[in-house]
């Protein structure tokens, strides 16, 4: 498997990141959040997740000093604390394994300082860890855990997951609905016999799987890009993809997040020769079709699709109505921004080719 595949893979990663543990899960979506017993607070005063009932939501983030990923959220978590430091605590929890100790996540804190502004804890006897990631059976690090301001479990997954920041605001204003949360802890099993399946090389039960879980959540990315790996990657079956993504859209005319998702799965493909165009236009137009041009992220997507076979005036055109449909969301209003002047220079060099 070459490196050009690589978005696939991530994709295939992250459907087996986590799971259901080996004896089923204790802690559940929906349940009181479980004690913190801490042995030792590094930085910012101790927290007792139940005398924050009524008060504030609490982020929780299993890291090491060792791990990439958990460096990479740290300015994440800092700009959550701040944003939301009357309405969240954010505690990230360190612990023994892989040469970690305590001597060294207090250098390690002292040296960053104020770019890492929210509270630090010490897990020692590791108490805290198997009540939380032992109890759904998580593994891994960066992993997080959201709980609301009534002390329930409301969330738990990769703290860099780029839906975090709206679930996070949605929780502290008292309007998240867990509901999806909740299906992707019931459909656990079906990632993992997924992975077992990819394991094993039964790609045909593979892709049934994938579909599966497709039809109990439509807009699944992971499993979306597990059907595109798997038809493209592994099984030369062209037409078995055109089949599925035409047989997606219809039967989702009308879920403009799950078609606006599978655009974005295909034109993710990093193959060129692999690429579909023909799909992800489809993809995108349905989207649009189905939001009727109102949603920002729907408009970015169907005019990336209409930039990539050179319709770069109407792609343009979109890209600016979706910046003007941004509402209080300055990065994601500047990352579009980025897109259009992107187009635009694009449609300069054009037109310097033309002459």
């Excluded at 997080?144 to 990769?158: M, P, T």
């Excluded at 709206?166 to 909740?182: L, R």
């Excluded at 039964?202 to 879980?213: C, D, L, N, V």
Aim: proline share 4%; charged share 25%.
């Amino acid at each position: 498997m070459n490196g050009s595949n690589r978005a696939m893979v991530l994709a295939l990663a992250a459907l087996v990141f986590t799971g259901q543990g080996a004896f089923g899960q204790s802690l559940k979506l929906g349940d009181d959040a479980p004690k913190l017993t801490i042995s030792d607070w590094v930085r910012g005063d101790p927290i007792d997740v139940g005398k924050e009932k009524g008060k504030r939501a609490v982020f929780v983030e299993f890291w090491a000093t060792w791990c990439p990923p958990c460096i990479e959220s740290i300015p994440h978590l800092t700009e959550m604390q701040r944003k939301h430091k009357k309405d969240l605590v954010v505690l990230g929890i360190a612990s023994p394994g892989k040469g970690e100790t305590l001597t060294k996540v207090k250098r390690f804190v002292r040296a960053r300082g104020d770019a890492m502004s929210y509270t630090i804890a010490y897990d020692g006897a590791r108490k805290t860890v198997d009540a939380y990631m032992g109890a759904v059976g998580a593994y891994g690090l960066p992993w997080a855990f959201l709980v609301d301001k009534n002390g329930k479990l409301v969330w738990h997954g990769h703290p860099l997951d780029p839906t975090v920041p709206e679930i996070v605001d949605q929780v502290v204003k008292g309007t998240y609905d867990a509901s999806y949360a909740v299906l992707q802890e019931k459909l656990m099993p079906m990632y993992q016999r997924l992975n077992r399946l990819q394991q094993a090389g039964e790609w045909e039960g593979f892709k049934s799987m994938a579909k599966t879980i497709l039809g109990l959540d439509p807009q699944n990315d992971s499993a979306m890009g597990a059907m595109i790996y798997a038809c493209l990657f592994e099984t030369d079956d062209e037409a078995g993809l055109k089949e599925w993504v035409e047989s997606h859209i219809a039967a989702n005319r009308t879920n403009s997040k799950a078609l606006t998702t599978l655009a974005i799965s295909l034109m993710s493909i990093s193959d060129l020769e692999n690429r579909k165009p023909v799909l992800a236009l489809n993809a995108a137009k349905a989207a649009y079709d189905a939001c009727e041009g109102t949603d920002c992220v729907t408009l970015d997507t169907y005019a990336r699709a209409l930039f990539e076979i050179g319709l770069v005036d109407r792609a343009i055109d979109l890209q600016t109505k979706a910046i003007a449909m941004v509402n209080g969301d300055d990065a994601r209003r500047a990352a579009m921004e980025k897109v259009a002047d992107f187009y635009r220079v694009c449609k300069s060099l054009q037109a310097e080719q033309v002459q």
